[in-house]
């Protein structure tokens, strides 16, 4: 028996909804429907009144789900697509991430952000959003790149006092499989060494840390070990694991889909050159899509984001240096 | 938890009800007083950042705190301090917040009107008003959830507000699920210095109701008595379980958007017309009509609210301000998450 990535989000969610009653999921479709990717399949019925419909609003749906935190709920919130969440952008970074340093009172809602490109989706169901939250105090971000985390790091996110945005990438959501669910995780907050090496470390989270390991597999062929280093999430950022494994390696790539201009990729080099300039044999690197609009057509998807030729291609300058 | 169904109550007739009326009338006149001390404050230079008065406001304020209970919820605009002392909020909270002490609810992080208790039912506003309309949706949606009923969410904003598209996700997300939300518009002729004119195209602002199906209600925002029946009528039936209801009042906001602002802009044709009334002046002109009230009893009721004002006054000017050193400088609930600070360079 295995499970994939997006039936670890939907057994993370029931779960939550068995363990404590004051989780409830409000989004668009997610009741009968079962949601559009069906992360929500049969919750409505197996907990009724708990898995609601939203009116396509999600500004309102956001603050919805504030207001029912304020009474002590944990409200699950997922919007159809990340890109989607530019509408509740405001209630987001300025009304939830806000809240508890304004007034004391904690607002532990998950906003789940199905997210990342897939081919032939275009510009506005393709985004990667976690730069974006991860630059406003009070949010926490979190980037699942296996099924494992997918799962443990969903339940977390529920019992975490603040708001949690939850990346989960929607390329993984059928393919990526595990033998099953687990049954211990790493907490939110630490990274996880995905591959050991000592030529190379590669810094990635969530779909690109697949990449990164095809990469990686390529480069060992040539007899480069390279290490891997799964974010997992990318607020908190873990610099200690990230540091530790520079310390090893003297070398440094970093990998994300999202866009170049700041973001994860830049936080993680502007950390590690800060602060481990001297661990640095070659200058730090970073890998990210192109900076335009996600494409529609194949062809052009393809060539936009990092894939692990490109990732082998911009490991092998780090390492000729 | 669960609380009983009132019983639907109207204020038809309100010369029958003396003391809600005192009840609000004394709520409206200490926050004039409040706000014309935090004026002078600020003109002292005591505060800091803006002063945003309610004058002209007071009469609608007041009539939603009165009509409010405990376990109600109630989202304020700028302009609400008389509804927010009428319903449950302490003068000190105002005081101390507008003057940064850290004995307030919020400590110097935020200031002048953006504050609250918002697990006593009394929302902390963000600047972008109306984004606060669905978290009191929120509120109601949880309280359903918990099988409480019997209680009410109002949300306010002015005239500007409703050109938001959060207004309007909120006013159909509360049609949707006929939430007893009670949403007061003041259409207060200007937001900031846009006339309304430029701000809405529809005849009056309440017909935005019908496109939402939810019953919507005109009000004279200068008449104390017609604010305390419309108000109240439309809180008793969102309490009796009828759904949302609009409530539009129209009247002229008589003072700048803050106080740094002169509002040399308004139409004199608008402030000697109707909308123009001081709503305070014209509840006392009906308080002695209905012999409610004689002068001697009027300068009474001012003496203590000036009486109140000035004594929180001088305790919050004894309390201590913001300290940057004894700050926690965190944001998150969860301490074991906290991040950030670090990647600054330490002098």
């Known amino acids: 028996m295995s499970i994939t990535y997006l039936e670890a989000i939907r057994a993370a969610q029931a779960r939550a909804l068995a363990d404590d009653p004051r989780v409830f999921i409000y989004g668009q479709d997610v009741g009968a429907f079962g949601g559009a990717f069906k992360a929500t399949k049969g919750l409505a019925k197996e907990f009724p009144g708990r898995v609601l419909d939203a009116p396509i609003s999600e500004d309102a749906m956001a603050g919805l789900a504030i207001g029912a935190a304020i009474e002590g709920l944990r409200p699950i919130i997922e919007m159809q697509f990340a890109d989607f969440s530019t509408v509740a952008f405001n209630q987001i970074v300025n009304q939830a991430a806000t809240l508890f340093w304004r007034t004391n009172v904690p607002c532990p809602i998950t906003v789940r952000l199905p997210c990342g490109a897939t081919s032939g989706s275009g510009p506005f169901h393709s985004q990667t959003m976690e730069a974006i939250y991860a630059h406003y105090p009070g949010i926490v971000v979190l980037t699942p790149a296996t099924v494992e985390d997918a799962y443990s790091m969903l339940l977390e996110a529920v019992v975490i006092d603040d708001p949690v945005i939850f990346c989960e990438h929607k390329l993984l959501y059928y393919h990526l499989k595990a033998e099953a669910l687990p049954t211990e995780a790493l907490p939110v907050g630490k990274a996880r060494i995905a591959r050991e090496g000592r030529d190379l470390t590669v810094v990635t989270y969530s779909a690109m840390v697949h990449e990164s390991l095809a990469a990686a597999e390529v480069l060992h062929s040539d007899g480069w070990e390279i290490e891997v280093v799964d974010l997992r999430s990318v607020k908190p950022l873990d610099t200690d694991t990230v540091m530790g494994s520079v310390a090893r390696t003297g070398r440094l790539l970093c990998v994300g889909e999202a866009w170049p201009w700041g973001g994860v990729t830049s936080e993680v080099i502007a950390r590690v050159t800060c602060e481990g300039y001297d661990l640095l044999d070659a200058p730090p690197q970073r890998l990210n899509a192109k900076d335009t609009p996600v494409p529609y057509h194949p062809n052009l998807w393809a060539a936009h984001r990092p894939t692990a030729r490109s990732i082998v291609d911009a490991a092998r300058k780090v390492l000729q240096y | ?347």
Request: glycine share 10%.
């Open chain 2, 1 to 347: 938890m669960v609380q009983s169904l009132v019983e639907p109550q109207s204020v038809a007739d309100i010369s029958s009800a003396p003391a809600l009326y005192v009840k609000a009338y004394r709520a409206m006149l200490l926050a004039r007083v409040l706000d014309d001390k935090f004026a002078s404050l600020w003109r002292a230079g005591k505060i800091h950042g803006g002063v945003f008065l309610g004058r002209g406001q007071e009469a609608l304020s007041a009539a939603i705190g009165v009509a409010l209970r405990e376990g109600d919820v109630f989202a304020p605009l700028i302009r609400d301090l008389a509804g927010r002392l009428a319903f449950n909020e302490p003068i000190l909270d105002g005081v101390r917040t507008y003057l940064g002490s850290t004995l307030g609810p919020m400590r110097g992080r935020d200031g002048n009107v953006h504050r609250g208790r918002p697990g006593e039912g009394q929302l902390a506003m963000i600047s972008h008003l109306g984004a606060m309309i669905s978290v009191v949706n929120g509120v109601l949606f949880a309280r359903r959830m918990k099988h409480i009923t019997g209680m009410v969410g109002v949300a306010t904003c002015g005239d500007g507000a409703t050109s938001t598209g959060s207004f309007h996700e909120a006013l159909n997300q509360a049609a949707v699920e006929k939430l007893p939300l009670v949403m007061v518009v003041a259409d207060n002729q200007y937001a900031y210095s846009t006339p309304t004119a430029q701000q809405f195209a529809c005849r009056s602002l309440v017909d935005r109701a019908v496109g939402y199906g939810i019953p919507g209600y005109e009000v004279d925002g200068t008449d104390l008595a017609a604010c305390l029946r419309v108000v109240g009528d439309a809180i008793v039936r969102a309490r009796a379980g009828q759904g949302p209801q609009l409530v539009v009042a129209h009247l002229l906001r008589l003072c700048g958007h803050g106080e740094h602002d002169d509002a040399y802009y308004i139409d004199p044709q608008l402030k000697s017309s109707a909308l123009g009334v001081d709503c305070l002046k014209r509840a006392e002109d009906f308080l002695r009509q209905q012999s409610w009230a004689d002068a001697g009893t009027l300068a009474q009721w001012r003496s203590e609210a000036v009486h109140q004002v000035e004594d929180a006054v001088a305790t919050v000017q004894r309390e201590p301000p913001p300290d940057p050193f004894t700050e926690t400088w965190s944001v998150l609930a969860t301490a074991r998450l906290a991040e950030g600070n670090e990647v600054n360079a330490r002098s």
